[in-house]
């Protein structure tokens, strides 16, 4: 069996202890032994980090250019087999893994442009003959805590514009999808950069993701993941003077008016709801539908739910991949009970499907006839779970859109632009799609949400420099 090391000021360091990492749509494929870190390797990646900060910080911006365009380069010409290896360790299906590691080879080319792209100001002084510069520093040391449900994409978006900005990095992934992060470091670690610029630490949250938090050294840490664990980390965070970036939850609902394109509709709940498996922060997981169409929708939305093809995520024929992992799955099927003991109509899946092996295999859940107090309706599944809730009209549409504690991504379907106009400016979310799935956002611009879903400065776009950097305000007296 293979094994895969961390990566630590520029070496490949072996670790006491390493774990397997299983594919979820056959439990008998283990992809390869990770290695889970300790403490002291935590410690040894942020020295590493703090060393090379100094020598990256200093880096032209034609450096850093170079290497993020080698990097995105290595990415697109290896996004197959990337691709393969991605829907094999979290269970995606394959063009959706393929689709993800373009998604960040393109992050590292944007974030290769903006190293050029990074100025400053200059201001006269309210004194005579006195100028005022205002310019961007890197922060230093930045701390990356990455979830499970996009194993490239996230580590990218995340790693691209902290060195873009000239600042080192140690990130510690998900246990569950190493492999990815692992292969993009491999890439990064030909790329150029000064040892110890880009450290990879595998392991677990408790043992790596505390150190990091806890590290005086490391100037900022960006994080996506559960709403617990972030808010937990930004205490531990801001209570020493770090800057914190959360990336958490979303209850995302998409609105369908009497006056929508009923396919477009359809189409846009079905691919929000339940593509990816449902494990994406953006997903639509309510649906919140007005009652001239709601009858034409749910038959339409059932048919479609019900024809989802679950299946291996490396099968051609799969729509709908694995849940990750077991402790996924067993909470998905609990929010099944709990909906139903609550009184929601379950119209189609909910249950385990049988897929000729052995894997997590959940067929999606659609609920309907559910209200919006229900705990399917105020919790984040993070599954193939989705539920319909019925409205009178727009207003309560809107109300019941944005009576949740998230605020990522709000949608609605209609072909009227009073509304969508009135829609996108007072729908309480970082993100507002109209006539467009919750889920699927382009990768040049901000991405993050209000309330409960996030916190800090925004991620992805030119946007991102504001967490990357710390500015600097220099006063000039011509004498
Ligand atoms: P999920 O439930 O989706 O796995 P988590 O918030 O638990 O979400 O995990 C997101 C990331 O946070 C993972 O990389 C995980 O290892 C890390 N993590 C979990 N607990 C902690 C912790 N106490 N401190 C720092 N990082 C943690």
Redesign the pocket.
């Given at each position: 069996m293979d094994k895969f090391d961390n990566y630590i000021g520029g070496q490949w360091v072996a670790a006491d202890k390493y774990v397997e990492n299983i594919n979820p749509s056959d439990l008998s494929d283990v992809i390869g032994l990770y290695a889970s870190a300790s403490k002291e390797q935590a410690h040894e990646a942020i020295d590493a980090a703090e060393k090379a900060s100094e020598v990256w910080g200093a880096s032209t911006p034609q450096d850093r250019f170079n290497a993020l365009d080698k990097i995105a380069t290595e990415i697109f010409e290896r996004a197959a087999e990337l691709g393969e290896l991605l829907a094999r360790e979290e269970g995606k299906t394959q063009p959706e893994a393929t689709g993800e590691v373009m998604r960040a080879g393109q992050i590292f080319k944007f974030f290769a442009g903006e190293a050029l792209r990074l100025t400053g100001e200059l201001v006269d002084s309210v004194r005579p003959e006195v100028d005022v510069e205002i310019t961007r520093e890197p922060v230093g040391v930045i701390g990356l805590?990455?979830?499970?449900?996009f194993p490239i994409a996230i580590p990218a978006w995340k790693i691209a514009p902290a060195i873009a900005y000239g600042n080192s990095v140690v990130i510690?992934?998900?246990?569950?999808v190493s492999g990815s992060a692992w292969a993009l470091t491999e890439i990064i670690s030909r790329a150029g950069l000064p040892d110890g610029t880009v450290n990879l630490v595998m392991g677990?949250?408790?043992v790596?993701?505390?150190e990091?938090?806890a590290s005086e050294k490391v100037g900022a840490v960006s994080?996506?993941?559960?709403v617990?664990?972030?808010e937990?980390?930004r205490n531990k965070v801001v209570a020493r003077g770090g800057k914190i970036q959360l990336e958490m939850g979303g209850k995302n609902p998409l609105v369908v008016l009497d006056d929508a394109d009923l396919d477009t509709a359809v189409n846009c709940a079905v691919q929000g709801a339940f593509y990816s498996t449902g494990q994406r922060c953006t997903a639509s997981s309510r649906i919140i539908v007005t009652e001239g169409i709601y009858d034409r929708f749910i038959e339409k939305i059932s048919a479609e739910t019900e024809a989802l093809r679950v299946g291996d995520a490396r099968d051609a024929n799969t729509q709908i991949g694995p849940v990750v992992d077991e402790a996924q799955f067993n909470i998905d099927m609990n929010y099944v009970e709990i909906a139903l003991k609550e009184g929601a109509k379950l119209v189609c899946g909910g249950t385990k499907a049988d897929c000729g092996k052995e894997g997590y295999y959940m067929k999606p859940a659609l609920f309907i006839d559910t209200t919006p107090e229900m705990t399917i309706n105020k919790e984040e599944v993070?599954g193939p779970v989705a539920s319909v809730i019925k409205v009178k009209d727009y207003e309560e549409a809107l109300k019941v859109a944005n009576d949740t504690e998230f605020g990522l991504s709000s949608g609605i379907c209609t072909k009227s632009l009073k509304y969508s106009r009135d829609f996108k400016r007072r729908a309480k979310a970082g993100m507002v799609m109209v006539n467009l799935p919750t889920a699927g956002v382009d990768y040049h611009v901000p991405f993050g949400g209000r309330k409960g879903s996030s916190y800090g400065n925004r991620e992805q776009g030119s946007y991102a420099k504001e967490f990357y950097t710390i500015v600097k305000t220099s006063y000039i007296w011509a004498q």
């Open positions: 805590i990455t979830p499970w449900n510690k992934p998900a246990e569950l677990s949250g408790r790596v993701g505390e990091i938090v994080f996506t993941g559960s617990g664990t972030g937990m980390i993070f």
